[in-house]
């Protein structure tokens, strides 16, 4: 058993290791998963900024060659007039230029240079360019025909293919007319010939430049740069604070040849994903040990724009995620870890100890599971059930920790008194719940025993001295007996012991004994038995409609005539047969179905009397004028003021009658809706003159016990004579009830009683009169 045990643990052991693993496998896929999304979407986040940019400074590059374009048609137009510039159309042309250049802030001037033999013999140039006096224009003859760059200029122009206006730009240099460093912009003049007349030229400042790209911004360390076509960077770098940083950064991505990128023997660029028809292209540089992620692609004008993040700034956002992941897979693999050694902890200790099933927490006994387990065994045995008188009251005064310890106390006193008695090594000592204990002995040599022993376990828990907080607590203990054999070889099979001793103690109580043996010729199972049979009867006859009012008439002694019925509740069984109240109604209250019951006769009752003028009159106890959701009900089905006159409730006197609070609201209203009250079976019992000061009642139903002896009873006479007296004194009608005889009719029409009931006026029946 221990080898079989170990390898189950074994097992379980190998299962949760398999478990945790793949737990902690799919997370950190899970994790992955998660990581790689949010860096494409980082990815693509920067993609979208990059084009952005790159977008508008294409868009400037054009605007920029739109207006050199604007230059070299004002040049063409007064070429192809075929006429030399005269005063007047140099002064045309000058304010032409002026006006074009005036709108570009950002270039330093434009130029129209003609070509020599174009409009004169020698070159010409007309300038206009910005200074701090405002926009100065100027013409003037210039050797500039012979410069290298005008001549690598047109030829780089003539070079250019395609339909459309050629524009070059040029590599940034320093133009010492200004002092600064420049990019300039040129298209070719044609005349009307189309032949090379010279050039346009609009000067772009670099600072105006660095301006643009400086722009750009996804990460506080993100900068931009401009190559031009020799490789000269111009980026926002040059207004960083840390200038030995930026030379650095700058130096680096000048070797980097951007310019050649895809030329043979360059290093390939990485592609950016997701973006394969992009020009945009992704390299990794590491300037000072710091690790830059570079994006870069040609301009429309042959210009490399460029920019460059960080990758801690890149991976920042990745951080939280991936923390909150971890946190994620370490809480969830802790959980897997702690309930899986909850979960091995559990099945070690049923392994261990299968009958810790069997066993009480709270005093270490046997418990009720152990008992029936034992039971089954079908032995002769002796049950003794032993009950806490008043445990109730001790945890409701002393509180439910007073109550463990009282249990504790008795469990220990009773397994002391069992080890010190000849049968105690036999006996077998269980906690059921609560307060109830039970002793398994086995069966006596003679019956006699069984007294012997009650009252040596009785005589036990009364001179237990239990304390709770320095007060004593004295105890008693009400047991029940039931054995397999009793006096005249009855027999009770062992799975009945309990119930049958559970009976014993119960009727026990009833009786007010210190403990009762179970004895079947005394007929409480069968009473038991009987009770559950009716239960089910009442439940099925409410079901199936078959629990009905029947009617009993009322005489008014005073017109001799029925001018009223009293609703008087029967059971129909299964034949469709009265069966009387006695039998089911003490059963509906044990079982709570006696509010259902009286629901169903008020609905019925007042259905059956809503039409017509007849009066009458239901009964009702004082259990349900104190259930407040009942009372409501009833009153909120007489909103119909003509039918609540004709309405009389009889309130059956008993102990609950005297919490005259309650009672006295429901009457105050039910006498607002317009209905009647009566006391019945008034004189007898629970009666009390002060009932009719306090109640506010309209009639008096005296009990039969005193008007079935009218005739042969003077002391019944007398009795009678004075509450019709007293009734009549209060302003209260009078009602005779069980008036059986024509005798008896003569006598309560001699007292003056007002109405009569009973027998000789009329049994009870399914339809009034």
């Known amino acids: 058993m221990r080898g079989r045990k170990s390898s189950i643990m074994l097992v379980l052991l190998l299962l949760v290791a398999l478990f945790i693993a793949g737990m902690w496998l799919i997370s950190g896929l899970n994790l992955n998963f998660a990581q790689q999304a949010m860096s494409e979407q980082r990815q693509r986040q920067i993609a979208d900024t990059f084009h952005a940019n790159l977008a508008r400074i294409n868009a400037h590059h054009f605007m920029m060659e739109r207006n050199t374009a604007a230059l070299a048609r004002t040049g063409e137009f007064l070429l192809r007039q075929h006429r030399q510039l005269s005063p007047t159309g140099l002064a045309e042309l000058e304010n032409n230029i002026a006006a074009i250049v005036r709108d570009l802030p950002d270039v330093h001037g434009g130029s129209i240079l003609f070509h020599p033999g174009s409009y004169r013999p020698t070159p010409f140039a007309i300038v206009a360019h910005h200074e701090q006096a405002g926009l100065q224009v ?3 003859s210039s050797d500039f025909a012979n410069q290298p760059w005008y001549r690598s200029t047109s030829e780089a122009l003539r070079r250019q293919p395609g339909p459309g206006r050629p524009f070059h730009w040029s590599a940034a240099y320093y133009k010492p007319q200004i002092e600064e460093v420049v990019i300039s912009i040129s298209t070719p003049l044609r005349d009307a010939r189309n032949r090379h ?36 960077n111009l980026s926002s770098l040059a207004e960083a604070n840390d200038e030995d940083r930026a030379q650095r950064l700058m130096e680096r991505i000048i070797g980097l040849q951007l310019q050649r990128s895809g030329e043979p023997g360059m290093p390939p660029p990485e592609l950016l994903q997701h973006y394969p028809a992009s020009p945009m292209q992704n390299r990794r540089i590491l300037v000072d040990d710091a690790e830059y992620a570079l994006f870069h692609a040609p301009t429309d004008a042959g210009l490399v724009f460029g920019i460059g993040i960080p990758q801690a700034e890149i991976d920042a956002v990745l951080a939280p995620m991936r923390a909150s992941n971890m946190r994620i897979v370490l809480g969830a693999v802790g959980i897997m870890l702690l309930l899986s050694g909850l979960f091995l902890y559990l099945v070690a200790n049923i392994l261990r100890q299968l009958n810790s099933l069997y066993t009480d927490a709270m005093t270490g006994l046997p418990n009720r599971e152990k008992l029936l387990l034992d039971l089954r ?5 002796t049950l003794i059930l032993l009950n806490i008188d008043a445990f109730r009251e001790i945890n409701d005064f002393y509180g439910s920790a007073c109550g463990d310890h009282v249990i504790r106390e008795v469990a220990a006193a009773l397994s002391a008194h069992l080890a010190r008695s000849a049968q105690g090594e036999r006996a077998t000592l269980y906690h059921m719940h609560a307060d109830e204990m039970a002793v398994l002995l086995p069966l006596p040599a003679h019956p006699n025993q069984f007294t012997q022993w009650l009252e040596s376990l009785h005589g036990c828990i009364g001179s237990l001295a239990v304390e709770w907080q320095d007060q004593p607590i004295p105890l008693q203990a009400t047991l029940g007996l039931a054995a397999t054999r009793q006096h005249g070889n009855a027999r009770l099979s062992s799975d009945q012991l309990v119930a049958s001793a559970n009976i014993a103690v119960k009727t026990a ?7 009762l043996i179970h004895d079947p010729s005394h007929g409480l199972r069968k009473t038991y038995e009987q009770n559950l049979i009716w239960a089910n009867r009442l439940r099925q006859a409410l079901d199936e409609e078959r629990i009905v009012p029947w009617f009993q008439p009322i005489l008014n002694l005073r017109t001799g005539q029925v001018e009223k019925h009293e609703c008087l509740v029967r059971m129909l069984d299964e034949e469709g047969e009265p069966v009387s109240p006695a039998t089911f109604l003490p059963v509906a209250r044990k079982i709570r179905l006696y509010r259902m019951i009286t629901r169903s006769m008020v609905d019925q009752c007042l259905a059956r009397f809503a039409e017509g003028r007849q009066q009458f009159s239901l009964n009702l106890s004082c259990d349900d004028l104190l259930d407040e959701e009942l009372s409501d009900y009833i009153l909120s089905r007489l909103r119909n003021r003509q039918l609540a006159e004709r309405v009389t409730f009889e309130i059956l006197e008993s102990e609950g009658i005297e919490n005259y609070r309650q009672v006295r609201a429901f009457i105050d209203r039910a006498k607002a809706l317009g209905c009647r009250i009566a006391i019945d079976d008034f004189g007898t019992g629970y009666s009390n003159f002060e009932h009719l000061m306090r109640l506010d009642v309209d009639l008096i139903k005296i009990d039969g016990s005193l008007i079935k002896r009218l005739d042969r009873d003077p002391t019944a006479r007398v009795l009678t004579e004075g509450i019709v007296r007293f009734a009549g004194e209060l302003g209260l009608q009078t009602v005779a009830e069980f008036v059986h005889s024509e005798a008896i009719l003569r006598q309560v029409q001699a007292l003056e009683i007002d109405f009569a009931q009973g027998a000789y006026i009329g049994m009870p029946r399914p339809q009034p009169i």
Do not use: C, H, M
């Open 138 to 140: 100027s013409s003037q």
């Open 197 to 232: 007349a010279g050039l346009a030229v609009i000067d772009w400042r670099a600072d105006e430049i660095i301006r643009l790209v400086s722009g750009v911004r996804v990460t506080p360390g993100t900068f931009a740069f401009l190559l031009d076509r020799e490789n000269r």
């Open 377 to 381: 065994r079908d032995r002769p045995a």
């Open 509 to 515: 109580r009833l009786q007010k004994l210190n403990y």
